[in-house]
């Protein structure tokens, strides 16, 4: 049986163009959309360019826990198995501070929570694979605008967008590291978890982001510059599909190469209370 992947975020952008080169590989892909509608026309975009049709859809707000539960529920009723996760639906918010319906900062929410969830939720399918793998899309943001404040996680007092998109890459890149360690300690073998940062890459990321009227201009100045979103999706295709990736589980890759994460706020203890504020938040608890 060949493999199966789910791509979360494969409406537009960098993940559209991972799960079209996925399915061009011949991966049975399953697309996940917030939108139904919007979702089915990418499956079916993606159906007719690839020549695959072992492409399905699910949907879930990941703004929300509950939905996000629903989702993972209906993933466990129609497959038997996940061969690799990729987690890339994420996003940067606007200037002003904006809550989820859970009362979640949205930043939060979506770049750190939703995948910390989908993880765990779906581990059991994951186990099942021979060679899984857990794709983690980060940000180099987490190296230029993280400034964590570990007693305001969701920056309730001195919100910025960028700071809270930072800091959101940086907390999935300590779930990540997080996580391989929980994974070597229960000596699970068949799952590696990596995170990367695919680049500038012009897609909707930051479009409808009001960061204030000169970031606006500097961030529509600089996309010009942006590659493309297939340019965008090579590390985390590479990462699906290469036989042997360099580096270790729990790395983060730049242009398919182990690079460096940022050190400054590290310590074992802060990835510990990342790890545990999330488990909390999310209701799940070992
Ligand atoms: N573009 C860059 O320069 C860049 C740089 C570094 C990292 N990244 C990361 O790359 C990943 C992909 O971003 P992109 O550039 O491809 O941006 P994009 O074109 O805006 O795509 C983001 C995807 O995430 C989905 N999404 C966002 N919020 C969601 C929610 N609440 N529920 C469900 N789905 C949601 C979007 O769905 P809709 O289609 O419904 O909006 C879309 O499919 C993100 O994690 C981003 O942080 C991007």
Redesign the pocket.
């Known amino acids: 049986m060949g493999k199966t992947v789910l791509i ?10 991972a799960a079209l080169a996925l399915a061009q590989r011949g991966y049975q892909v399953i697309v ?4 139904p509608g ?2 089915e026309v990418i499956r079916k975009e993606i159906i007719a360019e690839s020549g695959n049709d072992q492409v399905s859809v699910v ?6 826990l509950a ?1 996000i539960r629903r989702m993972c529920a209906d993933i466990h009723e129609r497959y038997s198995r996940i061969d690799i996760l990729i ?6 918010m606007g200037k002003s501070r904006e809550t ?1 319906q859970e009362n979640f900062e ?1 930043t939060f ?3 750190v929570l ?1 995948p910390f969830l989908i993880t765990h939720l779906l581990m059991d399918l994951l186990v099942k694979s021979d060679d899984a793998r857990i794709i983690n ?5 987490h190296q230029l605008n993280a400034k964590p404040d570990f007693g305001d996680i969701q920056l309730e007092k001195q919100y910025n967008p960028l700071r809270a ?1 930072g800091n ?2 940086l907390f999935l890149i300590w779930n990540t590291q997080h996580l391989v360690g929980q994974l070597q300690r229960d000596s699970i073998t068949n799952v590696r978890a990596y995170t990367l ?12 982001s009001d960061l204030g009227p000169i970031l606006n201009f500097v961030s529509k100045l600089a996309r010009s510059f ?2 493309s ?1 297939e340019s ?1 999706a090579d590390t985390i295709v590479y990462l699906a599909t290469a036989e042997n990736v360099p580096g270790k589980s729990g790395d983060y890759f730049v242009d398919r190469k182990p690079a460096k994460k940022s050190m400054k706020y590290f310590t074992a203890e802060r990835e510990h209370l990342i790890w545990n504020y999330c488990l909390e938040q999310t209701g799940l608890h070992r």
């Not at 949907?59 to 929300?64: E, F, G, I, K, V």
């Not at 987690?87 to 940067?92: F, I, Q, V």
């Not at 899309?137 to 943001?141: E, G, H, L, P, R």
Request: glycine share 16%.
């Open positions: 979360t975020g494969a409406t537009s952008g960098i993940g559209k163009a996940h959309g917030r939108n919007k979702t949907t879930a707000d990941l703004y929300s939905d987690n890339n639906a994420g996003g940067l989820s949205k929410a979506v770049n939703a899309v980060a940000s180099n943001s998109y959101a890459k940062h695919p680049g500038a890459v012009a897609t909707s990321f930051g479009v409808g942006f590659k979103p965008g």
